[in-house]
């Protein structure tokens, strides 16, 4: 079993700044990569960032530039820092990792871009 927590989802105005976190706990050896994924009103959940446990990183086209994903090992974290916001990144922002054939989700945290 893996446990994600989720915090640091709030409201900004366009062009603020954010940084998420998914603290990881329980079975977590093994663990290859972790990812961010959004859901937005009436949308599909899209992924947003992927941190291989390599160290290797992937973006979405439309937050490439603007979020960077990153990892605190020590305290088994990963982090989203986002910048220059816009009012479509509006959503529910979730951390998930895979393992032995689970998909393990946080419970999700709330960020909404406007003035």
């Known amino acids: 079993q893996v446990q994600l927590v989720e915090s640091g989802g709030g409201l900004v105005q366009p062009g603020g700044s954010l940084r998420l976190s998914c603290a990881a706990s329980?079975?977590?050896?093994?663990?290859?990569?972790m990812n961010w994924y959004r859901q937005a009103p009436g949308k599909q959940r899209e992924l947003v960032a992927v941190i291989r446990r390599t160290g290797t990183t992937n973006y979405a086209d439309s937050v490439k530039g603007r979020f960077t994903i990153s990892r605190d090992n020590a305290k088994n974290t990963v982090y989203l820092q986002m910048n220059s916001l816009k009012p479509e990144d509006t959503a529910v922002y979730s951390c998930n990792t895979n393992l032995g054939g689970i998909s393990y989700w946080g419970q999700g945290t709330q960020v909404t871009v406007s003035s």
């Open positions: 329980g079975n977590i050896f093994g663990i290859y990569a």
